[in-house]
């Protein structure tokens, strides 16, 4: 069993839609949890980091983070096409972005 | 800033053939990565370098090897490719300053034949 479960897709709505995205983990010492996009033949980019449980808006991208369940999400608010793209989590035992262990990434599509 | 860089774009190799993956940054960053990328199983950490002269393994370190000589550059040489290393390939960097960040290079797409 892998670390961190995503759940793969596709996954395709329409435009508007509020999108919502899962990880689940195994290993509790997991402590800081991050989003990134990642575009076609692109490499991957930051949209969010946290390390606390709870939730963290930016814009219309909001990350929830439950460390009881071991359980993180993210929330797409009013998605748009350009938000077409492959969404993955990751997560780290020690503070920042160093060591990383990613899920295996939700393959969304926003339809206009 | 270029950013991150990363060349060739794509490699086909023979089996047994070596090669090394270049990659290079211009943002003065302290950590360097290397990850593979595989259907269904996300990004792997190969190997991390914490400043120049400095490397170690990641989650899937056999068959790779890294050498860290300069801050800008982190090459990953694959010294007898195997079809198990067809892949793309991500070199990554962060800043001690801001460890939230850490920059993906474009990816180098590798086939082994």
């Known amino acids: 069993q892998k670390e961190v479960e995503q759940d793969p897709g596709p996954l395709s709505v329409p435009e508007g839609a509020i999108v919502s995205l899962n990880c689940t983990y195994s290993n509790s010492a997991f402590q800081y949890f991050m989003w990134y996009r990642q575009y076609s033949r692109k490499g991957p980019e930051l949209l969010m980091y946290t390390y606390s449980s709870g939730n963290k808006e930016d814009g219309r991208f909001t990350a929830q983070v439950d460390k009881s369940s071991k359980y993180i999400s993210l929330f797409i608010r009013d998605s748009q096409p350009s938000d077409s793209a492959t969404y993955l989590c990751a997560m780290s035992f020690i503070q920042g972005a160093q060591k990383l262990v990613f899920g295996q990434g939700t393959r969304l599509t926003i339809n206009p | 800033n270029a950013g991150v860089t990363q060349t060739p774009k794509f490699q086909v190799l023979k089996t047994g053939q070596s090669m090394t993956l270049q990659c290079a940054q211009d943002m003065n960053h302290e950590y360097m990565s290397w990850y593979r990328q595989d259907p269904g199983m996300g990004l792997r950490l190969i190997h991390y370098?914490?400043?120049?002269?400095?490397?170690d393994q990641g989650e899937v370190p056999n068959g790779y090897n890294v050498s860290r000589s300069t801050t800008e550059d982190f090459p990953l040489r694959l010294l007898s490719a195997a079809p198990s290393q067809t892949s793309v390939y991500f070199c990554?960097?962060?800043?001690?300053?801001?460890?939230?960040?850490?920059?993906f290079g474009p990816g180098t797409r590798l086939l082994v034949l």
């Open positions: 990554a960097s962060l800043s001690q300053g801001n460890q939230e960040t850490q920059y």
């Open positions: 370098s914490v400043g120049a002269g400095i490397t």
